[in-house]
């Protein structure tokens, strides 16, 4: 049974450029959701997907984009970066379900320039 | 607004002593409340979690407690030990199935020292 993956582990990319980070959910989950940690603070909640749609947001511009593909993976997708980006990317799979565990892939460390 | 706060930013204890870590959560729609550990450089892994039905709940040397009335939850880790130390995060489920979100503490650095 497959946790939750992510690619790349790590990315470098400098300010204006732009972003695809990927996510694959633990076998049977249905639900994606990215957050952004950055050093030394707790995860922050961009968005989730299920199925196929964003249904919740975060407080973050729209910048940042997502989907999520009929197989459950997801992307993440950042526009016009800034060095403020800089931060671990994690996403979370779980099922549709409030009171139902998220489980979190390894992460992306992005580093903007 | 949504928040939740968590005490200590830091905690050092001696090897064999208790840790206990406080938040605080906003929104009494919430009900379920995860604790996350995670080490340097790793992923955030669960370590125990406690639904709104119930007030208490324990996994060998750890337990977590809700008082819904105050809007509290805490993390108890007894006989703890060096590979305890990590950054540990508490969290709130927000929202209804099909609208929810975690809304996460700032994170507790747990020191046990040998």
Same mark, same amino acid.
């Given at each position: 049974?497959?946790?939750?993956?992510?690619?790349?582990?790590?990315?470098?990319? %400098?300010r204006?450029?732009?972003?695809t980070l990927r996510?694959?959910?633990k076998?049977?989950?249905?639900?994606?959701?990215?957050?952004?940690?950055?050093?030394?603070?707790?995860?922050?909640?961009?968005?989730?997907?299920?199925?196929?749609?964003?249904?919740?947001r975060?407080n973050?511009?729209d910048?940042?984009? &997502?989907?999520q593909f009929?197989?459950?993976?997801?992307?993440?997708?950042v526009?016009a970066?800034?060095l &403020?980006d800089?931060a671990?990317y994690?996403?979370?799979?779980?099922?549709?379900?409030?009171?139902?565990?998220?489980?979190?892939?390894?992460? %992306?460390?992005l580093t903007?320039l | 607004?949504?928040?939740v706060?968590?005490?200590?930013?830091?905690?050092?204890?001696?090897?064999?002593?208790?840790?206990?870590?406080?938040c605080?959560?906003?929104?009494?729609?919430?009900?379920?409340?995860?604790?996350?550990k995670?080490?340097l450089?790793?992923?955030?892994q669960?370590?125990?979690?406690?639904?709104?039905n119930?007030?208490e709940?324990?996994?060998q040397?750890?337990?977590?407690?809700?008082?819904?009335?105050?809007?509290?939850?805490?993390?108890?880790?007894?006989?703890?030990?060096?590979?305890?130390?990590?950054?540990y995060?508490?969290a709130?489920?927000?929202?209804?199935?099909?609208?929810y979100?975690y809304?996460?503490?700032?994170g507790?650095?747990?020191?046990?020292?040998?």
């Open positions: 049974d497959a946790g939750v993956t992510q690619s790349p582990t790590h990315l470098i990319k %400098t204006g450029q732009q972003v996510c694959s959910p076998s049977g989950h249905d639900t994606v959701s990215w957050y952004q940690q950055a050093l030394g603070q707790g995860p922050q909640f961009i968005f989730q997907y299920y199925e196929e749609e964003e249904r919740q975060g973050f511009p910048r940042f984009s &997502g989907h009929p197989n459950y993976s997801s992307e993440l997708n526009n970066l800034l &403020g800089s671990l994690l996403c979370a799979s779980s099922y549709d379900r409030a009171t139902d565990t998220q489980y979190f892939g390894p992460g %992306t460390r903007v | 607004g949504e928040n706060e968590q005490h200590p930013s830091t905690l050092s204890v001696q090897e064999g002593d208790s840790a206990v870590i406080k605080t959560y906003s929104d009494s729609a919430s009900n379920y409340f995860p604790w996350y995670q080490e450089g790793k992923r955030p669960l370590i125990i979690d406690i639904r709104s119930v007030g709940k324990k996994d040397r750890i337990a977590v407690t809700l008082n819904k009335t105050a809007k509290h939850f805490s993390l108890h880790i007894t006989e703890t030990q060096p590979e305890d130390s990590a950054v995060f508490c709130a489920s927000i929202g209804t199935s099909g609208t979100k809304i996460f503490g700032t507790t650095r747990l020191k046990v020292l040998a």
